[in-house]
């Protein structure tokens, strides 16, 4: 059999990302090649079923993908897993016969999968392999060297959450919460330092949920001491970036830590939702938005320069004005100065799906952006704070349009500094700069004269 090329195209979350990277490396490993999207042999579709338009958009990835006329098409992920039925029904009514679905756990033996499928003259496609994730009892983890398209490493630490949100189809698609030993997560850290990376992101399904399944239970905290002892061993400075984290998960001594670390950066996503007890007790979130303001005050004292990022949902069934007045008043009033603003999206089999009464559409898209307006007002007064300051940034790639590197800060901010493209050999490291002057979105910084120093 010939060298098969192939083409990943991934939807949804950090952990979806980490997952692609893993297929890309291990086909790679096994002779496959990387191919354009409009010339591969085999397209795989790395899922994402969070919202009806991820739904939306799995279909319409492959309407487009019939038009290559590709010798299989792939789809994997979070969608296959729940709705791979639905899938199935898709295939045969466009008389798809080079269709495969995977599961999650299907998906990380994709290599053999494949090989099995093309090396038979006759196979009776689509055909779907989707396993019971409920059955998955430990998170195998995903050894990776190189984060294809990316200056920073993401880490899976973690798989699958248990909280059952009334809006949310995760813990169907994902299972119960599984933990990445310690050992393997400090093994997939240091063969990305080995490789060259300076930022590790720690991401997982349900971040805070690290540690419960293990022998004995485990805190996220405990993790972190253990990581940070790690990234001192090597004598130079990393960024160490959470991708998200609920706010009943910080406690005593998740604070304690964060006031002693060397490389925890200074950006915390931790989701809202919503603004209003009422509302926020309808959607089965476990915390109060007095409660939540308390927290993130918490960490406003210790980190008064970073980036406190939410995700809010607008439009949840039952949400009247004033419960998002009050949603708005809690944005308005806290530290947070940076959003992702979500529509309600009703999700099949969730508790939610049934809820009354419904929010019109036009309703929902007024809220959305007042909210836009809000958060925009706020991130550029944030941003103009930072004129002046000096900040740890990490490289990402050289812009020609500008003449300038496109940078995030260690506070999570885009940038762009002016070091000359004769340091080409610079994504992914870690430089010093003082921010001048804020352009748009973006702060234009200068790096010191000390920027190439590894103790920065």
Not at 16 to 44: M, P, T
Not at 170 to 191: A, D, H, M, T
Not at 309 to 322: K, M
Not at 326 to 342: A, G, Q, R
Request: glycine residues 6%.
């Amino acid at each position: 059999m010939r060298k098969k090329s192939f083409f990943v195209k991934t939807l949804g979350c950090k952990v979806n990302q980490v997952e692609s990277a893993y297929i890309l490396e291990k086909l790679n490993q096994e002779g496959f090649f990387l191919e354009n999207e409009d010339k591969a042999d085999i397209l795989i579709l790395n899922s994402c079923a969070v919202t009806e338009k991820a739904d939306k958009e799995v279909y319409k990835i492959l309407k487009k993908w019939l038009r290559f006329n590709p010798q299989l098409i792939v789809l994997a992920g979070c969608y296959s897993q729940k709705f791979s039925h639905t899938a199935y029904l898709f295939a045969k009514k466009f008389n798809m016969n080079n269709f495969l679905i995977l599961g999650h756990r299907e998906k990380f033996r994709i290599s053999e999968i494949l090989k099995e499928v093309l090396e038979k003259e006759k196979l009776k496609l689509p055909l779907v392999l989707v396993g019971d994730v409920f059955q998955d009892k430990i998170c195998e983890p995903l050894f990776i060297h190189k984060f294809f398209g990316h200056s920073r490493a993401f880490v899976k630490v973690q798989d699958g959450c248990d909280n059952f949100c009334s809006y949310c189809i995760v813990p169907n698609v994902r299972g119960k919460p599984r933990s990445v030993s310690l050992e393997n997560v400090l093994k997939q850290i240091e063969i990305f330092i080995n490789e060259g990376y300076e930022e590790i992101v720690l991401t997982g399904i349900h971040l805070g949920k690290w540690g419960v399944d293990l022998n004995p239970p485990k805190k996220l905290t405990d993790l972190l001491i253990e990581i940070e002892r790690f990234l001192k061993s090597f004598n130079k400075n990393f960024h160490l970036r959470l991708s998200s984290i609920e706010v009943k998960e910080i406690d005593k001594d998740f604070l304690e830590f964060l006031k002693n670390s060397n490389f925890i950066v200074p950006h915390f996503h931790i989701p809202l939702q919503s603004g209003s007890n009422k509302i926020l007790k309808l959607m089965n979130r476990d915390y109060t938005k007095e409660e939540y303001l308390e927290v993130l005050n918490k960490l406003y004292e210790i980190f008064p320069h970073a980036t406190f990022g939410a995700d809010v949902i607008v439009g949840f069934p039952g949400e009247e004005e004033r419960d998002f007045n009050e949603t708005y008043k809690v944005i308005k009033e806290s530290p947070l100065n940076w959003l992702h603003i979500f529509p309600f999206s009703s999700r099949p089999g969730t508790f939610a799906e049934s809820l009354n009464p419904k929010v019109s559409p036009g309703e929902i898209e007024k809220r959305k952006k007042i909210l836009k307006e809000l958060i925009k007002e706020k991130r550029q007064k944030f941003l103009e704070k930072e004129i002046g300051k000096v900040r740890r940034i990490l490289l990402e790639y050289f812009d020609k349009n500008t003449n300038m590197w496109k940078a995030l800060s260690e506070n999570y901010i885009s940038n762009f500094v002016k070091i000359g493209k004769e340091f080409y050999f610079f994504p992914g490291k870690i430089v010093k700069v003082k921010f001048k002057e804020l352009k748009g979105d973006y702060l234009i910084g200068e790096p010191l004269k000390n920027f190439q120093n590894k103790n920065i």
